[in-house]
T-cell receptor, first 113, second 113 residues
Framework: GENVEQHPSTLSVQEGDSAVIKCTYSDSASNYFPWYKQELGKGPQLIIDIRSNVGEKKDQRIAVTLNKTAKHFSLHITETQPEDSAVYFCAASKRTTGNQFYFGTGTSLTVIP | EAQVTQNPRYLITVTGKKLTVTCSQN?????MSWYRQDPGLGLRQIYYSMNVEVTDKGDVPEGYKVSRKEKRNFPLILESPSPNQTSLYFC????????????FGPGTRLTVT
């Protein structure tokens, strides 16, 4: 099956700086890559996603890049704010096989005011 | 309000005592999933369902059962819980159309002693 690796496991940045979280996947057939933010005591919430036919996607301060050849994708958060502090998960899925999702192990992001 | 609900939110039980965690969604979604979240392991998919009476195993199905008799409900059954099933459990749902996001419930914290 698919194997998704995520780095780093913890990340601390100063408010206003950028944060980058990286994920790699093993199954070249994976074609959908969502990123989730999980705040304390809550379920994960989708913040951005990218499909395999797109190299980059941006939504305000958040962007995701995908390199299909290298099988890795990254989350970029610019101008970080204290409310960005949370655990972030990447995931990979093959749209042709129903509803299986494979998650990374998570990155705990702390934005220091 | 569109949401996924889980009950109970917290449960402490003893080894071998059968339990059911309920999950319900009010968005008419075809796809539903159960995940468990453990420190350092991220989220791992237990079972998923693509519609009523259609279920399939995820990555970690051992020791769990599910059923999908109605579109809105997807209960998770532990017939003989063991301490290694102590975890945080999330239910999620999404539309059947490709590339739509998953909506997660608030989580159920299960402790098996």
């Amino acid at each position: 099956g698919e194997n998704v690796e995520q780095h780093p496991s913890t990340l601390s940045v100063q408010e206003g700086d950028s944060a980058v979280i990286k994920c790699t996947y093993s199954d070249s057939a994976s074609n959908y890559f969502p990123w989730y933010k999980q705040e304390l005591g809550k379920g994960p919430q989708l913040i951005i996603d990218i499909r395999s036919n797109v190299g980059e996607k941006k939504d305000q301060r958040i962007a995701v890049t995908l390199n299909k050849t290298a099988k890795h994708f990254s989350l970029h958060i610019t101008e970080t704010q204290p409310e960005d502090s949370a655990v972030y998960f990447c995931a990979a899925s093959k749209r042709t096989t129903g509803n299986q999702f494979y998650f990374g192990t998570g990155t705990s992001l702390t934005v220091i005011p | 309000e569109a949401q996924v609900t889980q009950n109970p939110r917290y449960l402490i039980t003893v080894t071998g005592k059968k339990l059911t965690v309920t999950c319900s969604q009010n968005m008419n979604h075809e796809y539903m999933s159960w995940y468990r979240q453990d420190p350092g392991l991220g989220l791992r998919q237990i079972y998923y369902s693509m519609n009523v009476e259609v279920t399939d195993k995820g990555d970690v199905p051992e020791g769990y059962k599910v059923s999908r008799k109605e579109k809105r409900n997807f209960p998770l059954i532990l017939e003989s819980p063991s301490p290694n099933q102590t975890s945080l459990y999330f239910c999620a749902s999404r539309p059947g159309t490709a590339f739509y996001e998953q909506y997660f419930g608030p989580g159920t914290r299960l402790t098996v002693t």
